[in-house]
């Protein structure tokens, strides 16, 4: 059931920077004639300046009392001499190891008690790595993984703490729940997650916690701090706000739609899109201008900037935002994305694939290979050699391994089969070759080749040269290693096979293999040694 009581609150920290994009990393106070009503000064040295809001009660209100309040400061920097910061705006930037925060306070008017405050947080933590990834600055957060002032929740092995610098806590002095995660950054990043993390808590403020594993949030908090939105799973992120919130009707704030549509589409925070601009330094201070007097537009703010850069890729980005409207809709837009990653991604494993195969094939001697009449003829007579790949004569290890990895991924069962020269050395399996002498290449002709693990007893890449099938060289090589299990005193042995590989189906069962499991591509048989 929805609560429409919800409260929030937000507190800024910030340094300076002047018109020529000088800055000044040092505390200024803020005098108490500048805030507006509600506003507070904290005395916090750890930054330029730290300011917290009134108590807000909707993301509308939230842009025009922080407009308001930021258009003061940058009118008194322009036009008072007698302020400290005369000439200097608010300047967010946490690169350079600097660690500013803003923190978004959840509750009540009244305030809330800690039992609700844990009960909320056991909701907030499960998509707390989708909003730090939204608010990270720069990536990765230095804020987020070295700084004291910011502790992770799994420390506390609970999800809430009273402790003040806890990434979750219980603010005693405010009585909300408190979370502190985020790195300093323009206002509109602070709206998206207050946007989100009230809906939240209008459905679930007064429900039974739900579960929650510190150990899947230790991971991926590590991910979105490190790496970026990129990193996580976002449709699973925008389902479990669904799941809570329901479809959140996105409202017709552009920095709310386009922040969440670059999450969503791109996997892009605003610091990434920050850092493709490029600013010069007088840019940056019309960047963090425009973006505080002007909180409701985000990407608008940008294309007022003088020469700035991809201005047809932020103008298009803009365009595609405004046709967001719920988190139905990004979850459709992040869906997609992820499909369309993993279908380029399997595109560039063909690629590189065929890339190698292409290599392997011109490092392999393709001229001069034996006739088939001549393979047949030493099978026959017996005139054939069984080594593992450390023993084949005036062969190296290296070579071996390569002709292996060609062999699987030329003449395998499956084409796009792939193992690396240095996996067939590195892998726990032992590989066999079998040889035939080739008087033309001065040393003997590889013809196929057959692993077994020795510890599991599972036979795996047998591989005959297609020029040489159907001459009982497979045969060969499984009994090779049926006889080495027998040696190791491995009582079973087993080859796991694609259902639609008959030959090798039919080679196995013809030596006495059994099937013992099977499922829709492969199945499992087995034999006594």
Not at 235 to 245: D, K, L, Q
Not at 411 to 435: A, W
Not at 462 to 487: Q, T
Request: proline residues 3%.
């Amino acid at each position: 059931m929805s609560n429409t009581n919800i409260t929030f609150g937000i507190e800024f920290e910030f340094d300076w920077i002047n018109k020529d994009g000088r800055e000044y990393r040092h505390h200024i106070s803020m005098p108490n004639s500048i805030l507006n009503r509600g506003w507070r000064y904290q005395d916090d040295l750890t930054a330029g300046c730290e300011i917290s809001t009134p108590i807000l009660k909707s993301v509308g209100e939230a842009i025009t009392k922080i407009q308001s309040q930021f258009r003061r400061i940058i009118k008194a920097s322009e036009n008072n001499d007698d302020i400290d910061f005369h000439g200097y705006i608010p300047y967010f930037d946490c690169t350079g190891g600097r660690t500013l925060g803003q923190h978004i306070h959840v509750g009540k008017l009244n305030g809330i008690s800690f039992s609700t405050a844990k009960s909320l947080a056991t909701y907030v933590v499960n998509i707390y790595p989708f909003l730090m990834g939204l608010s990270a600055n720069p990536i990765p957060s230095i804020r987020g993984l070295e700084a004291r002032y910011c502790r992770p929740i799994y420390t506390y092995s609970s999800v809430i703490s009273t402790d003040h610098y806890a990434e979750i806590s219980y603010s005693e002095q405010h009585d909300t729940l408190e979370l502190r995660i985020f790195d300093g950054n323009i206002p509109q990043v602070n709206l998206v997650n207050a946007f989100i993390i009230t809906h939240v808590a209008k459905h679930k403020i007064n429900t039974t916690p739900t579960q929650y594993n510190l150990n899947t949030y230790k991971i991926e908090r590590e991910r979105a701090l490190r790496y970026g939105l990129i990193s996580l799973e976002i449709p699973r992120y925008i389902n479990t706000i669904m799941e809570y919130a329901g479809n959140i009707k996105i409202p017709n704030i552009p920095c709310i739609k386009e922040i969440l549509y670059l999450a969503c589409k791109y996997g892009l925070n605003v610091s990434q899109v920050y850092s493709m601009l490029n600013l010069q330094p007088q840019q940056k201070y019309q960047y963090f201008k425009k973006q505080l007097t002007n909180v409701k537009q985000y990407l608008e703010n940008i294309l007022e900037i003088d020469g700035i850069n991809n201005k047809e890729r932020i103008e298009r980005w803009r365009n595609e935002a405004r046709d967001v409207s719920s988190f139905k809709n990004l979850l459709e837009i992040s869906e997609r994305t992820i499909r369309t990653i993993r279908e380029r991604k399997n595109e560039i494993i063909r690629e590189e694939r065929a890339k190698r195969i292409k290599q392997l094939i011109t490092s392999i001697p393709r001229e001069n290979l034996l006739e088939r009449s001549v393979v047949q003829q030493s099978i026959t007579s017996n005139n054939y050699k069984i080594a593992r790949i450390s023993e084949v004569e005036r062969w190296t290890t290296d070579e071996v391994a390569q002709y292996i990895s060609y062999l699987i991924m030329v003449h395998g069962e499956n084409y796009m089969s792939k193992i690396t020269p240095r996996q067939v050395i590195d892998n726990p399996e032992r590989f066999y070759v079998l040889t035939v002498n080739n008087q033309r290449w001065s040393r003997p002709q590889i013809i196929g080749c057959i692993a077994i693990h020795i510890r599991e007893g599972q036979i795996m890449h047998l591989v005959v040269h297609r020029n040489y099938r159907r001459l009982g060289i497979a045969r060969i090589l499984v009994n090779h290693v049926i006889n080495v299990a027998r040696h190791e005193n491995l009582r079973n042995v087993y080859a796991i096979i694609r259902r639609n590989n008959t030959p090798s189906i039919t080679l196995f069962t013809s030596m006495g293999f059994i099937k013992i499991d099977e499922n829709n591509d492969y199945i499992t048989v087995e034999r006594r040694v």
